[in-house]
Protein backbone atom coordinates (compact mmCIF):
# COMPACT_ATOMS: atom_id res chain seq x y z
CA UNK A 1 0.00 0.00 0.00
CA UNK A 2 1.80 2.87 -1.53
CA UNK A 3 1.37 6.40 -0.03
CA UNK A 4 3.84 8.22 -1.55
CA UNK A 5 2.59 11.14 -3.66
CA UNK A 6 -1.35 10.72 -2.27
CA UNK A 7 0.79 11.65 0.99
CA UNK A 8 2.38 14.63 -0.77
CA UNK A 9 -0.44 16.34 -2.24
CA UNK A 10 -2.61 15.59 1.24
CA UNK A 11 0.58 17.88 2.73
CA UNK A 12 0.63 20.48 -0.05
CA UNK A 13 -3.38 21.03 0.81
CA UNK A 14 -2.71 21.64 4.41
CA UNK A 15 1.12 23.17 4.81
CA UNK A 16 -0.84 26.46 5.17
CA UNK A 17 -2.82 26.25 7.82
CA UNK A 18 -0.29 24.61 9.10
CA UNK A 19 2.40 26.71 8.72
CA UNK A 20 -0.15 29.51 10.56
CA UNK A 21 -0.75 27.03 13.70
CA UNK A 22 3.18 26.26 14.27
CA UNK A 23 3.84 29.82 13.90
CA UNK A 24 1.16 31.14 16.49
CA UNK A 25 2.65 28.53 18.53
CA UNK A 26 5.78 29.31 18.25
CA UNK A 27 5.05 33.32 18.68
CA UNK A 28 3.01 32.13 22.25
CA UNK A 29 4.89 29.86 23.80
CA UNK A 30 8.76 29.41 24.52
CA UNK A 31 9.31 26.53 22.39
CA UNK A 32 12.56 24.79 23.83
CA UNK A 33 15.13 24.71 20.69
CA UNK A 34 15.37 20.72 20.90
CA UNK A 35 11.47 19.68 21.35
CA UNK A 36 10.95 19.17 18.03
CA UNK A 37 14.06 16.96 17.01
CA UNK A 38 13.12 14.91 20.51
CA UNK A 39 9.70 14.17 18.51
CA UNK A 40 11.06 13.01 15.81
CA UNK A 41 13.58 10.76 17.41
CA UNK A 42 10.40 9.64 19.87
CA UNK A 43 9.38 6.19 18.08
CA UNK A 44 6.42 4.59 19.03
CA UNK A 45 6.00 0.27 19.16
CA UNK A 46 3.10 -1.29 17.68
CA UNK A 47 1.61 -4.09 19.05
CA UNK A 48 2.08 -6.83 16.62
CA UNK A 49 -1.31 -8.13 18.24
CA UNK A 50 -3.23 -5.01 18.14
CA UNK A 51 -3.66 -5.10 14.74
CA UNK A 52 -6.84 -7.52 13.82
CA UNK A 53 -10.66 -6.35 15.82
CA UNK A 54 -9.91 -7.33 19.64
CA UNK A 55 -13.36 -8.76 21.42
CA UNK A 56 -14.80 -9.79 24.28
CA UNK A 57 -16.23 -13.08 26.08
CA UNK A 58 -19.09 -11.43 24.81
CA UNK A 59 -18.51 -10.59 21.30
CA UNK A 60 -16.46 -9.84 17.98
CA UNK A 61 -17.05 -8.01 15.62
CA UNK A 62 -14.51 -7.78 12.60
CA UNK A 63 -14.02 -4.83 10.03
CA UNK A 64 -12.37 -7.18 7.81
CA UNK A 65 -8.82 -6.98 6.16
CA UNK A 66 -7.32 -7.99 8.91
CA UNK A 67 -3.99 -9.48 8.56
CA UNK A 68 -3.64 -12.86 8.20
CA UNK A 69 -0.36 -13.52 8.75
CA UNK A 70 3.15 -12.00 9.70
CA UNK A 71 4.24 -10.58 6.79
CA UNK A 72 0.60 -9.16 6.63
CA UNK A 73 1.07 -7.56 9.91
CA UNK A 74 4.19 -6.18 9.31
CA UNK A 75 2.79 -4.60 6.34
CA UNK A 76 0.54 -2.94 8.31
CA UNK A 77 2.74 -0.86 11.28
CA UNK A 78 4.72 -0.16 8.17
CA UNK A 79 1.67 1.82 6.65
CA UNK A 80 1.47 3.45 9.96
CA UNK A 81 5.16 4.16 9.90
CA UNK A 82 4.60 5.73 6.46
CA UNK A 83 2.09 7.67 7.67
CA UNK A 84 3.22 9.55 10.84
CA UNK A 85 7.48 8.69 11.03
CA UNK A 86 6.26 7.43 14.51
CA UNK A 87 5.81 3.52 14.57
CA UNK A 88 9.10 2.57 13.62
CA UNK A 89 9.01 -0.43 15.14
CA UNK A 90 6.65 -4.03 16.16
CA UNK A 91 6.67 -6.22 19.24
CA UNK A 92 6.19 -9.27 18.41
CA UNK A 93 4.27 -11.84 20.30
CA UNK A 94 5.15 -15.87 20.34
CA UNK A 95 3.95 -18.19 19.52
CA UNK A 96 0.88 -16.01 17.88
CA UNK A 97 4.13 -14.21 15.18
CA UNK A 98 6.59 -17.49 14.87
CA UNK A 99 7.97 -17.43 12.01
CA UNK A 100 10.55 -20.37 10.77
CA UNK A 101 12.38 -17.76 8.50
CA UNK A 102 13.32 -14.22 10.53
CA UNK A 103 15.90 -13.41 8.07
CA UNK A 104 13.13 -12.63 5.71
CA UNK A 105 10.84 -11.43 8.20
CA UNK A 106 13.70 -8.91 9.23
CA UNK A 107 14.06 -8.62 5.77
CA UNK A 108 10.51 -7.33 5.37
CA UNK A 109 10.39 -5.40 8.35
CA UNK A 110 13.79 -3.11 7.12
CA UNK A 111 11.85 -2.66 3.72
CA UNK A 112 9.50 -0.62 5.67
CA UNK A 113 12.09 1.01 7.75
CA UNK A 114 10.69 -0.90 11.32
CA UNK A 115 12.70 -2.33 14.09
CA UNK A 116 11.79 -5.01 16.67
CA UNK A 117 11.17 -3.83 19.84
CA UNK A 118 10.48 -6.14 23.26
CA UNK A 119 9.34 -9.74 22.00
CA UNK A 120 6.60 -11.10 24.01
CA UNK A 121 6.41 -14.59 25.53
CA UNK A 122 3.08 -16.63 26.57
CA UNK A 123 2.74 -18.69 29.39
CA UNK A 124 -0.88 -17.67 29.93
CA UNK A 125 -2.57 -19.95 27.01
CA UNK A 126 -2.52 -23.50 26.27
CA UNK A 127 -1.02 -23.82 22.97
CA UNK A 128 -2.25 -27.35 20.98
CA UNK A 129 1.09 -29.21 20.84
CA UNK A 130 1.93 -28.47 24.34
CA UNK A 131 2.39 -31.05 26.64
CA UNK A 132 1.40 -29.25 30.45
CA UNK A 133 -0.95 -27.34 30.70
CA UNK A 134 -0.61 -23.69 32.49
CA UNK A 135 -4.43 -23.52 33.93
CA UNK A 136 -3.10 -23.34 37.36
CA UNK A 137 -0.10 -20.82 36.45
CA UNK A 138 3.31 -21.31 34.92
CA UNK A 139 6.10 -20.06 36.57
CA UNK A 140 4.20 -20.12 39.91
CA UNK A 141 3.11 -23.61 38.88
CA UNK A 142 3.48 -26.34 42.25
CA UNK A 143 4.79 -28.91 39.14
CA UNK A 144 8.36 -28.06 38.31
CA UNK A 145 7.49 -29.97 35.32
CA UNK A 146 5.29 -27.06 33.92
CA UNK A 147 7.60 -24.49 35.01
CA UNK A 148 10.34 -25.89 33.19
CA UNK A 149 8.01 -25.91 30.04
CA UNK A 150 7.61 -22.33 30.70
CA UNK A 151 11.00 -20.89 31.14
CA UNK A 152 12.46 -23.44 27.95
CA UNK A 153 9.26 -21.34 26.55
CA UNK A 154 10.66 -18.02 27.54
CA UNK A 155 14.44 -19.01 26.29
CA UNK A 156 12.78 -19.99 22.97
CA UNK A 157 11.64 -16.68 22.22
CA UNK A 158 14.62 -15.13 23.38
CA UNK A 159 16.05 -17.03 20.74
CA UNK A 160 13.49 -15.82 18.39
CA UNK A 161 14.17 -12.44 19.21
CA UNK A 162 17.99 -12.44 18.57
CA UNK A 163 17.21 -13.66 14.95
CA UNK A 164 14.91 -10.42 14.72
CA UNK A 165 17.58 -7.87 16.39
CA UNK A 166 15.20 -7.43 19.02
CA UNK A 167 16.97 -6.42 22.59
CA UNK A 168 14.83 -7.06 25.06
CA UNK A 169 12.34 -9.86 26.35
CA UNK A 170 8.36 -8.56 27.85
CA UNK A 171 7.13 -10.96 30.51
CA UNK A 172 3.48 -10.95 31.62
CA UNK A 173 2.49 -13.89 33.85
CA UNK A 174 -1.17 -14.49 34.58
CA UNK A 175 -0.06 -16.45 37.32
CA UNK A 176 -1.99 -16.27 41.06
CA UNK A 177 -4.68 -17.54 42.34
CA UNK A 178 -8.98 -17.56 41.86
CA UNK A 179 -9.71 -18.18 45.07
CA UNK A 180 -8.43 -17.71 48.65
CA UNK A 181 -6.51 -20.65 50.01
CA UNK A 182 -5.67 -21.90 46.59
CA UNK A 183 -2.55 -20.66 46.44
CA UNK A 184 0.66 -20.34 48.79
CA UNK A 185 1.81 -16.51 47.83
CA UNK A 186 5.47 -17.58 49.11
CA UNK A 187 5.84 -20.42 48.09
CA UNK A 188 4.42 -18.74 44.40
CA UNK A 189 6.75 -16.02 44.55
CA UNK A 190 9.94 -17.89 45.58
CA UNK A 191 8.95 -20.23 42.18
CA UNK A 192 8.29 -17.64 40.09
CA UNK A 193 12.03 -15.62 41.09
CA UNK A 194 13.58 -19.26 40.50
CA UNK A 195 12.19 -19.81 37.45
CA UNK A 196 12.67 -15.90 36.34
CA UNK A 197 16.49 -16.39 37.39
CA UNK A 198 16.86 -19.55 34.68
CA UNK A 199 15.51 -16.90 31.90
CA UNK A 200 17.47 -14.15 32.96
CA UNK A 201 20.37 -16.43 32.64
CA UNK A 202 19.42 -16.97 29.18
CA UNK A 203 19.70 -13.23 28.06
CA UNK A 204 22.33 -12.03 26.03
CA UNK A 205 24.55 -9.10 27.33
CA UNK A 206 22.85 -6.44 26.06
CA UNK A 207 19.37 -7.43 26.00
CA UNK A 208 17.20 -6.35 29.13
CA UNK A 209 13.98 -8.57 30.71
CA UNK A 210 10.58 -6.55 31.04
CA UNK A 211 8.82 -8.11 33.73
CA UNK A 212 5.05 -6.59 33.77
CA UNK A 213 2.54 -6.69 36.72
CA UNK A 214 -1.45 -6.38 36.40
CA UNK A 215 -3.34 -6.71 39.57
CA UNK A 216 -6.24 -9.17 38.12
CA UNK A 217 -7.16 -11.04 35.12
CA UNK A 218 -7.01 -13.97 34.51
CA UNK A 219 -6.69 -14.86 38.41
CA UNK A 220 -9.49 -12.71 40.54
CA UNK A 221 -8.19 -13.44 43.25
CA UNK A 222 -4.37 -13.09 43.36
CA UNK A 223 -1.83 -12.30 40.75
CA UNK A 224 1.68 -13.18 41.48
CA UNK A 225 3.37 -10.76 39.89
CA UNK A 226 0.30 -8.10 40.75
CA UNK A 227 1.55 -4.61 41.38
CA UNK A 228 5.21 -2.30 40.73
CA UNK A 229 5.81 -3.61 43.73
CA UNK A 230 6.01 -7.19 43.68
CA UNK A 231 8.01 -6.55 40.36
CA UNK A 232 10.40 -4.17 41.43
CA UNK A 233 10.93 -6.98 44.54
CA UNK A 234 11.58 -9.64 41.98
CA UNK A 235 13.28 -7.61 39.28
CA UNK A 236 15.81 -6.40 41.42
CA UNK A 237 16.40 -9.77 42.91
CA UNK A 238 16.95 -11.00 38.57
CA UNK A 239 19.78 -7.82 38.21
CA UNK A 240 21.06 -5.26 36.63
CA UNK A 241 19.23 -6.29 33.40
CA UNK A 242 15.86 -6.68 34.69
CA UNK A 243 13.18 -3.71 34.63
CA UNK A 244 9.96 -3.19 35.45
CA UNK A 245 6.80 -2.72 32.68
CA UNK A 246 4.06 -0.53 33.39
CA UNK A 247 0.94 -1.12 31.45
CA UNK A 248 -1.27 1.93 32.36
CA UNK A 249 -4.36 -0.05 32.52
CA UNK A 250 -3.30 -2.85 35.43
CA UNK A 251 -3.33 -0.79 37.82
CA UNK A 252 -6.21 -1.05 40.58
CA UNK A 253 -8.72 1.90 40.45
CA UNK A 254 -7.04 5.40 41.34
CA UNK A 255 -3.18 4.13 41.66
CA UNK A 256 -1.16 7.52 41.43
CA UNK A 257 0.77 5.68 38.23
CA UNK A 258 2.54 9.06 38.05
CA UNK A 259 3.92 8.78 41.28
CA UNK A 260 4.77 4.85 40.29
CA UNK A 261 6.86 5.94 37.53
CA UNK A 262 8.83 8.49 39.25
CA UNK A 263 9.92 6.17 41.77
CA UNK A 264 11.03 3.34 39.45
CA UNK A 265 12.79 5.81 37.86
CA UNK A 266 14.26 6.98 40.40
CA UNK A 267 15.45 3.97 41.48
CA UNK A 268 16.74 3.25 37.79
CA UNK A 269 14.47 0.06 37.53
CA UNK A 270 11.43 1.35 34.86
CA UNK A 271 12.18 -0.44 31.79
CA UNK A 272 8.96 0.72 29.58
CA UNK A 273 5.34 1.09 29.02
CA UNK A 274 2.28 -0.50 27.39
CA UNK A 275 0.29 2.50 26.68
CA UNK A 276 -3.43 2.72 26.74
CA UNK A 277 -6.11 3.87 28.31
CA UNK A 278 -9.25 2.85 30.82
CA UNK A 279 -12.30 3.40 32.77
CA UNK A 280 -12.75 0.84 34.63
CA UNK A 281 -10.03 -2.44 34.06
CA UNK A 282 -7.76 -3.52 32.01
CA UNK A 283 -9.86 -1.81 29.13
CA UNK A 284 -6.88 -1.50 26.69
CA UNK A 285 -8.47 1.52 25.00
CA UNK A 286 -6.75 4.51 23.10
CA UNK A 287 -4.50 5.78 24.32
CA UNK A 288 -5.02 9.53 26.14
CA UNK A 289 -9.19 8.54 25.71
CA UNK A 290 -9.56 8.65 28.79
CA UNK A 291 -7.07 10.26 31.18
CA UNK A 292 -5.42 12.64 28.72
CA UNK A 293 -4.40 14.50 32.30
CA UNK A 294 -3.09 11.20 33.72
CA UNK A 295 -0.92 10.75 30.66
CA UNK A 296 0.42 13.94 30.57
CA UNK A 297 1.74 13.83 34.55
CA UNK A 298 2.78 10.30 33.59
CA UNK A 299 5.32 12.12 31.16
CA UNK A 300 6.14 15.02 33.55
CA UNK A 301 7.60 12.48 35.15
CA UNK A 302 9.45 11.05 32.84
CA UNK A 303 10.99 14.16 31.43
CA UNK A 304 12.03 15.02 35.14
CA UNK A 305 13.26 11.84 36.00
CA UNK A 306 14.81 11.15 32.52
CA UNK A 307 17.06 14.75 32.75
CA UNK A 308 17.85 14.14 36.31
CA UNK A 309 19.52 10.91 35.50
CA UNK A 310 20.96 11.98 32.14
CA UNK A 311 18.89 9.41 29.94
CA UNK A 312 18.61 9.20 26.42
CA UNK A 313 14.47 10.40 25.59
CA UNK A 314 14.36 8.15 22.52
CA UNK A 315 16.29 5.11 23.57
CA UNK A 316 16.67 4.38 27.24
CA UNK A 317 13.45 3.09 27.93
CA UNK A 318 10.95 0.93 25.82
CA UNK A 319 7.97 2.75 24.45
CA UNK A 320 5.38 0.19 23.40
CA UNK A 321 1.35 0.83 22.79
CA UNK A 322 -0.57 -2.57 23.93
CA UNK A 323 -4.45 -1.69 22.89
CA UNK A 324 -7.25 -3.84 22.13
CA UNK A 325 -10.32 -2.64 19.71
CA UNK A 326 -13.30 -3.39 20.15
CA UNK A 327 -15.41 -0.78 18.16
CA UNK A 328 -12.57 1.32 15.74
CA UNK A 329 -10.82 0.64 13.16
CA UNK A 330 -7.28 -0.98 14.22
CA UNK A 331 -4.89 1.34 12.70
CA UNK A 332 -7.07 4.47 12.77
CA UNK A 333 -7.29 3.77 16.70
CA UNK A 334 -3.40 2.67 16.55
CA UNK A 335 -2.98 6.15 14.84
CA UNK A 336 -4.71 7.97 17.63
CA UNK A 337 -2.83 6.47 20.12
CA UNK A 338 0.80 7.39 18.77
CA UNK A 339 -0.63 11.00 18.59
CA UNK A 340 -1.58 10.82 21.87
CA UNK A 341 1.87 9.88 23.37
CA UNK A 342 3.31 12.76 20.99
CA UNK A 343 1.05 15.30 22.22
CA UNK A 344 1.49 14.29 26.30
CA UNK A 345 5.52 14.09 25.52
CA UNK A 346 5.06 17.15 23.49
CA UNK A 347 3.28 18.87 26.46
CA UNK A 348 6.14 17.47 29.25
CA UNK A 349 8.26 19.13 27.49
CA UNK A 350 6.95 22.64 27.35
CA UNK A 351 6.62 22.75 31.43
CA UNK A 352 9.12 25.28 33.03
CA UNK A 353 10.55 23.19 35.48
CA UNK A 354 12.99 25.20 36.98
CA UNK A 355 9.82 28.26 38.09
CA UNK A 356 7.70 24.70 38.86
CA UNK A 357 10.94 23.70 41.59
CA UNK A 358 11.21 27.73 42.44
CA UNK A 359 7.28 26.97 43.51
CA UNK A 360 7.48 24.00 45.18
CA UNK A 361 10.23 25.05 47.81
CA UNK A 362 7.97 28.11 48.74
CA UNK A 363 5.06 25.91 49.01
CA UNK A 364 3.13 27.73 46.14
CA UNK A 365 0.84 24.85 45.70
CA UNK A 366 -1.27 27.46 43.11
CA UNK A 367 1.54 28.09 41.38
CA UNK A 368 2.86 24.32 41.02
CA UNK A 369 -0.45 23.93 39.42
CA UNK A 370 -0.91 26.73 37.11
CA UNK A 371 2.84 25.98 35.55
CA UNK A 372 1.50 22.00 35.04
CA UNK A 373 -1.47 22.99 33.68
CA UNK A 374 -0.63 26.01 31.60
CA UNK A 375 1.77 23.10 29.44
CA UNK A 376 -1.10 20.80 29.59
CA UNK A 377 -3.31 23.03 28.00
CA UNK A 378 -0.99 24.12 25.50
CA UNK A 379 -2.46 23.11 22.08
CA UNK A 380 0.73 21.44 21.11
CA UNK A 381 -0.91 19.77 17.56
CA UNK A 382 1.61 22.02 15.54
CA UNK A 383 4.54 20.94 17.51
CA UNK A 384 3.62 17.34 16.84
CA UNK A 385 2.85 17.76 12.82
CA UNK A 386 6.14 19.58 12.42
CA UNK A 387 7.88 16.64 13.72
CA UNK A 388 5.91 15.24 11.17
CA UNK A 389 6.24 16.99 8.46
CA UNK A 390 9.97 16.91 8.63
CA UNK A 391 10.56 13.25 9.10
CA UNK A 392 8.64 13.30 5.78
CA UNK A 393 5.04 11.95 7.08
CA UNK A 394 1.37 13.12 6.71
CA UNK A 395 0.26 16.61 8.41
CA UNK A 396 -2.77 14.45 9.36
CA UNK A 397 -2.28 10.68 9.18
CA UNK A 398 -6.06 9.78 10.10
CA UNK A 399 -7.06 11.78 7.79
CA UNK A 400 -4.91 10.43 4.89
CA UNK A 401 -5.87 6.72 6.01
CA UNK A 402 -9.64 7.95 5.05
CA UNK A 403 -8.12 10.28 2.28
CA UNK A 404 -6.50 6.75 0.89
CA UNK A 405 -9.94 4.59 1.28
CA UNK A 406 -7.22 2.08 2.69
CA UNK A 407 -9.55 0.04 4.98
CA UNK A 408 -11.27 -1.10 2.01
CA UNK A 409 -8.55 -1.61 -0.22
CA UNK A 410 -7.14 -3.79 2.90
CA UNK A 411 -10.74 -5.57 2.58
CA UNK A 412 -10.74 -6.18 -1.19
CA UNK A 413 -7.09 -7.72 -0.73
CA UNK A 414 -7.42 -9.99 2.18
CA UNK A 415 -11.22 -10.18 2.78
CA UNK A 416 -14.37 -8.82 4.71
CA UNK A 417 -14.16 -12.10 7.29
CA UNK A 418 -9.89 -12.62 7.53
CA UNK A 419 -9.11 -12.84 11.54
CA UNK A 420 -5.82 -11.80 12.84
CA UNK A 421 -4.13 -14.00 15.72
CA UNK A 422 -3.73 -12.26 18.77
CA UNK A 423 -6.52 -10.95 21.22
C1 LIG B 1 -1.88 -8.60 29.56
C2 LIG B 1 -1.15 -7.82 28.48
C3 LIG B 1 0.25 -8.30 28.20
C4 LIG B 1 0.17 -9.01 26.89
C5 LIG B 1 -1.23 -9.14 26.63
C6 LIG B 1 -1.54 -9.16 25.19
O1 LIG B 1 -3.08 -8.00 29.89
O2 LIG B 1 -1.21 -6.48 28.79
O3 LIG B 1 1.08 -7.23 27.95
O4 LIG B 1 0.93 -10.11 26.80
O5 LIG B 1 -1.85 -8.06 27.28
MN1 LIG C 1 0.43 -5.17 28.36
Not at 115 to 133: I, K, M, P
Not at 214 to 238: H, R
Not at 345 to 368: F, G
Amino acid sequence: MFVGEKLHDHNALRLAAHERRYTFIKSEVAIPSDLISKLKDFQIAIPSWALGTGGTRFGRFSGGGEPRNLEEKIADVGLLHALNQSSGAISLHIPWDSTTNPAAVKALAAQHGLAFDAVNSNTFQDQANQALSYKYGSLQHVDAAVRKQAVQHNIEVIQQGIELGSKSLTVWLSDGSCFPGQLNFRKAYERTVDSLKEIYAALPGDWKLFLEYKAYEPNFYSTTVGDWGQSYSMVNKLGEKAFTLVDLGHHLPNANIEQIVALLLMEGKLGGFHFNDSKYGDDDLTAGSIKPYQLFLIFNELVDGMDAKGMNHAKDLGWMIDASHNVKDPLEDLLQSVEAIQMAYAQALLVDRSALETARNENDVVACQEILQTAFRTDVRALVAQARLELGGALDPLALFRELGIRNQLIQKRGAKTQATGL
